[in-house]
């Protein structure tokens, strides 16, 4: 069994950052592909991005492409998910995942959807004021 907890949600403006961090319990967290999905009232809970386990590819939802990093630090046993120029409509409950599949995800096929997930975290809220 894996916990997940998120952590470093909270308040900001229009164009500002967020650090995002999930700690996991567990010796067997370098062998979990990792992600953050992302859930708005009246939404369904969707993909924002992943890394996986071995080589460390990342996979963005296109809407954060170029705004948002996820990296992990093993050591740590912490994935994170930095976020910048963020927009009123980035605000959701983000949540962590944890995949212990030991699949690779070509580039063309990202681990984008829920059902690939086996731990998630109690999410952290993010909201982006105007």
């Known amino acids: 069994q894996v916990q997940l907890v998120e952590s470093g949600g909270g308040l900001v403006q229009d164009g500002g950052s967020l650090r995002l961090s999930c700690a996991a319990s567990?010796?067997?967290?370098?062998?979990?592909?990792m992600g953050w999905f992302r859930q708005a009232p009246g939404k369904e809970r969707e993909f924002v991005a992943a890394?996986?386990?071995?080589?460390?590819?990342?996979y963005y939802a296109d809407s954060v492409k170029g705004r948002f990093t996820i990296s992990r630090d093993n050591a740590k046993n912490t994935v994170y998910l930095q976020m910048n120029s963020l927009k009123p409509e980035d605000t959701a409950v983000y949540y962590c995942?944890?995949?212990?599949?030991?699949?690779?995800?070509?580039?063309?096929?990202?681990?984008?959807?829920?059902?690939?997930?086996?731990?998630w975290g109690q999410g952290t809220q993010v909201t982006v004021s105007s």
């Open positions: 567990g010796r067997t967290f370098s062998s979990y592909a």
């Open positions: 995942a944890a995949d212990r599949s030991y699949s690779y995800y070509p580039p063309s096929h990202p681990p984008s959807s829920r059902d690939l997930y086996d731990y």
């Open positions: 890394i996986s386990w071995s080589i460390g590819a990342t």
